[in-house]
Nanobody, 126 residues
Framework: QFELVESGGGLVQPGGSLRLSCKAS????????IGWFRQAPGKVREGVACISSSGSTTNRAPSVVDRFTITKDDASNTVYLQMDRLKPDDTAVYSC???????????????????WGQGTQVTVSS
């Protein structure tokens, strides 16, 4: 069955970088968009970034817009989240998700996404 698998998380020092990967088990229809979300203990889930099927439309949360970049590689059915200049507040479980035409506005809402990966832990600490 179709699934999304995240990888690339780990422990990094403040100011460091990580690249997360979200790989789909099969090619999806082009109207499915991909979003990245994160959730830390005691906090609500936060939309981080999303990308449209073509890659021409992207959106990033204000807290990461100058530090994170979302890209995709159609040949490998993979969406990436490049995270630079990481801060302790970035510590969270990061999950990717797919939703029909989900990345079309200024907000990244979990309610717009239907398929979810299991998540990968990102810890930023000295």
């Amino acid at each position: 069955q179709f699934e999304l698998v995240e990888s690339g998380g780990g422990l990094v020092q403040p100011g460091g970088s990580l690249r997360l990967s979200c790989k789909a088990s099969q090619t999806m229809p082009d109207y499915y968009h991909i979003g990245w979300f994160r959730q830390a203990p005691g906090k609500v889930r936060e939309g981080v970034a999303c990308i449209s099927s073509s890659g021409s439309t992207t959106n990033r949360a204000p807290s990461v817009v100058d530090r994170f970049t979302i890209t995709k590689d159609d040949a490998s059915n993979t969406v990436y989240l490049q995270m630079d200049r990481l801060k302790p507040d970035d510590t969270a479980v990061y999950s990717c998700a797919s939703g029909i035409t989900a990345c079309v506005g200024t907000k990244i809402n979990s309610e717009d996404y239907s398929y979810w990966g299991q998540g990968t832990q990102v810890t930023v600490s000295s």
